[in-house]
C-alpha cells in the first residue's frame, strides 16, 4: 500500500510550549485516518503542520520531516505544499466581500485559470455536485457572505491537491465532542463528485 503522507519525528511549539512531541505516522494513499483525542492536545496543531499553515502564527514553529509522495513539504514553498494538501475547515469560510461565483473559483483563478467558459463550466458543475446550484444560481453575482456552508468544501477540488484534503469536523455539533474530538483526513476523491459532505 503506497504511503500518502509520512511524519516523522514531527515537533511544535507556540512560543516556548511545546505542542507536539516526536510524532511519527504514515498514512495509506486512497484511505480516511482520523485522528481522536480530547480538546487541546494537538489534533489541529498537527493537521496545521501538515500544508504549513502552523507556521503563519509568528510565534509558530515546527520541527522534523513532513513528506507528501516522496517530497518533503519544508523543503519546498509554502503555497506549492497548499496546492497539494487542501484545506476544509471546521465552519465555512467564504469570503464575504467576493460573490459567490467569485469564491467558488477562487481556486482555480488563483493557479492561473482566466478562460470564462471554463470557470463558468467548473463554478456550475462544483455547485451541483454540493447540491447548491438551484439555490444560488440567480445570485452567483451577489457577495456570499456566510451563507453557504458546503461552499469551503467545494472549493477545495479546484486546487486539485495532489494528494489529502483535510475535513475537521465541527466540535459544536457532535456529542461529547468536548472531550473527545475527531479530525479525519480524506483522499481528494471522497469529496469530489458527492453531492454532499462526507458522512461520519
Same mark, same amino acid.
Given at each position: 500500500m503506497p504511503t500518502a503522507v509520512e511524519v516523522r519525528d514531527l515537533k511544535a511549539w507556540y512560543g516556548k510550549t511545546e505542542a507536539l512531541h516526536g510524532i511519527n505516522i504514515a498514512m495509506d494513499a486512497n484511505h480516511a485516518?482520523?485522528?481522536?483525542?480530547?480538546?487541546?492536545?494537538?489534533?489541529? $496543531?498537527?493537521? =496545521?503542520?501538515?500544508?504549513?499553515?502552523h507556521e503563519t502564527n509568528?510565534?509558530?514553529? +515546527?520541527?522534523?520531516?513532513?513528506? %507528501?509522495?516522496?517530497q518533503d513539504i519544508y523543503a519546498m514553498p509554502a503555497v506549492e505544499v497548499r496546492r497539494k494538501v487542501g484545506m476544509v475547515f471546521q465552519k465555512a469560510n467564504p469570503?464575504?466581500?467576493?460573490?459567490?461565483?467569485?469564491?467558488?473559483?477562487?481556486?482555480?483563478?488563483?493557479?492561473? $485559470?482566466?478562460? =470564462?467558459k471554463t470557470l463558468d463550466e467548473a463554478v456550475e458543475r462544483s455547485?451541483?455536485? +454540493?447540491?447548491?446550484?438551484?439555490? %444560488?444560481?440567480d445570485v452567483l453575482k451577489k457577495k456570499s457572505g456566510a451563507s453557504l456552508s458546503k461552499e469551503e468544501i467545494r472549493r477545495q477540488p479546484f486546487r486539485r491537491p495532489a494528494t489529502t484534503p483535510v475535513y475537521r469536523p465541527g466540535a459544536g455539533g457532535e456529542p461529547g465532542s468536548a472531550s473527545h474530538g475527531r479530525t479525519v483526513l480524506r483522499p481528494r476523491s471522497h469529496f469530489?463528485?458527492?453531492n454532499r459532505g462526507p458522512d461520519f
Amino acid at each position: 500500500m503506497p504511503t500518502a503522507v509520512e511524519v516523522r519525528d514531527l515537533k511544535a511549539w507556540y512560543g516556548k510550549t511545546e505542542a507536539l512531541h516526536g510524532i511519527n505516522i504514515a498514512m495509506d494513499a486512497n484511505h480516511a485516518t482520523a485522528l481522536i483525542g480530547p480538546s487541546g492536545c494537538g489534533k489541529s $496543531t498537527f493537521i =496545521r503542520c501538515l500544508n504549513r499553515m502552523h507556521e503563519t502564527n509568528p510565534i509558530a514553529r +515546527a520541527e522534523g520531516e513532513v513528506k %507528501v509522495g516522496e517530497q518533503d513539504i519544508y523543503a519546498m514553498p509554502a503555497v506549492e505544499v497548499r496546492r497539494k494538501v487542501g484545506m476544509v475547515f471546521q465552519k465555512a469560510n467564504p469570503f464575504p466581500s467576493m460573490s459567490i461565483y467569485d469564491n467558488v473559483g477562487a481556486g482555480l483563478k488563483l493557479n492561473g $485559470t482566466s478562460d =470564462r467558459k471554463t470557470l463558468d463550466e467548473a463554478v456550475e458543475r462544483s455547485l451541483q455536485q +454540493a447540491a447548491l446550484w438551484d439555490e %444560488v444560481k440567480d445570485v452567483l453575482k451577489k457577495k456570499s457572505g456566510a451563507s453557504l456552508s458546503k461552499e469551503e468544501i467545494r472549493r477545495q477540488p479546484f486546487r486539485r491537491p495532489a494528494t489529502t484534503p483535510v475535513y475537521r469536523p465541527g466540535a459544536g455539533g457532535e456529542p461529547g465532542s468536548a472531550s473527545h474530538g475527531r479530525t479525519v483526513l480524506r483522499p481528494r476523491s471522497h469529496f469530489h463528485g458527492q453531492n454532499r459532505g462526507p458522512d461520519f
